[in-house]
T-cell receptor
Framework: GAGVSQSPRYKVAKRGQDVALRCDPISGHVSLFWYQQALGQGPEFLTYFQNEAQLDKSGLPSDRFFAERPEGSVSTLKIQRTQQEDSAVYLC???????????????FGDGTRLSIL | SQKIEQNSEALNIQEGKTATLTCNYTNYSPAYLQWYRQDPGRGPVFLLLIRENEKEKRKERLKVTFDTTLKQSLFHITASQPADSATYLCALDPTGGFKTIFGAGTRLFVKA
C-alpha cells in the first residue's frame, strides 16, 4: 500500500487478556518503530527494528510487552496480561533507511487505540 | 535527564497571522530536529527536518529555525489558515542512538 497500515484501529480487551497489534510498513522500508501515545502527550518510543533485527527495546514498559518483525516487513506488538495502564494509542512508523546514521523522516500509521476494561 | 519542552498551552491566532511554536531541549546534542503535524485520531505527518549546521529551513508557508546554543527550535506558519489547526510535535534523535524523542506537542487553533 501507499502508507503505513495498522490493524485493528480499535481494540477493547478485558484486563488480563493478551492482545496483538499489527503494523504493515511501507514496502522496502528498513526501519520500523513502535510508539505509545497517551492522551495529550507526544508519542513515546517503545522499540526499533532494522529489518528483522530488534536493535533497541529500551522503551518497552515491562516484560509483558513483546515485539517482532520476523521477515523484516510486517511487525506485531504483543501485550500479555493487559492492565488498565496499557490503555493508549499505539503508533507504528517506518522509514526508508536504517539507524543510527540515517536522518530519514518517519511515516506513521494512524495507530491502534487500545482500551483495557 | 534528557527533556523536550513545547508550549503546553494551546495557541489561538487569527487567520492570516503568523503562528510561532517553540521547542526547547536540554541535555541533548542532536544532529537534527524534526517537526510533525498531528490531527485528531491520526498519526503524525512529517513536515520539516533541520540539521544542526542549518540556521533556518523553509517550505512553502513553513519556516523552522534551529539554535544549538540556545537549545531551541522555532516553527513558524505564515499567513495561517483554519486548515492549519492541529497539534504540532517537535522530535529529535539523540546522537548515535536508535530512538526518536517527541515533545508533548502544541495545539494550534486558527480562527477564521
Amino acid at each position: 500500500g501507499a502508507g503505513v497500515s495498522q490493524s485493528p484501529r480499535y481494540k477493547v480487551a478485558k484486563r488480563g487478556q493478551d492482545v496483538a497489534l499489527r503494523c504493515d510498513p511501507i514496502s522496502g522500508h528498513v526501519s520500523l518503530f513502535w510508539y505509545q501515545q497517551a492522551l495529550g502527550q507526544g508519542p513515546e518510543f517503545l522499540t526499533y527494528f532494522q529489518n528483522e533485527a530488534q536493535l533497541d527495546k529500551s522503551g518497552l514498559p515491562s516484560d509483558r510487552f513483546f515485539a517482532e518483525r520476523p521477515e523484516g516487513s510486517v511487525s506485531t506488538l504483543k501485550i500479555q496480561r493487559t492492565q488498565q495502564e496499557d490503555s493508549a494509542v499505539y503508533l507504528c512508523a517506518s522509514s526508508l533507511r536504517g539507524r543510527p546514521v540515517s536522518n530519514q523522516p518517519q511515516h506513521f500509521g494512524d495507530g491502534t487505540r487500545l482500551s483495557i476494561l | 535527564s534528557q527533556k523536550i519542552e513545547q508550549n503546553s498551552e494551546a495557541l489561538n491566532i487569527q487567520e492570516g497571522k503568523t503562528a510561532t511554536l517553540t521547542c526547547n531541549y536540554t541535555n541533548y546534542s542532536p544532529a537534527y530536529l524534526q517537526w510533525y503535524r498531528q490531527d485528531p485520531g491520526r498519526g503524525p505527518v512529517f513536515l520539516l527536518l533541520i540539521r544542526e549546521n542549518e540556521k533556518e529551513k523553509r517550505k512553502e508557508r513553513l519556516k523552522v529555525t534551529f539554535d544549538t546554543t540556545l537549545k531551541q527550535s522555532l516553527f513558524h506558519i505564515t499567513a495561517s489558515q483554519p486548515a492549519d489547526s492541529a497539534t504540532y510535535l517537535c522530535a529529535l534523535d539523540p546522537t548515535g542512538g536508535f530512538k526518536t524523542i517527541f515533545g508533548a506537542g502544541t495545539r494550534l487553533f486558527v480562527k477564521a
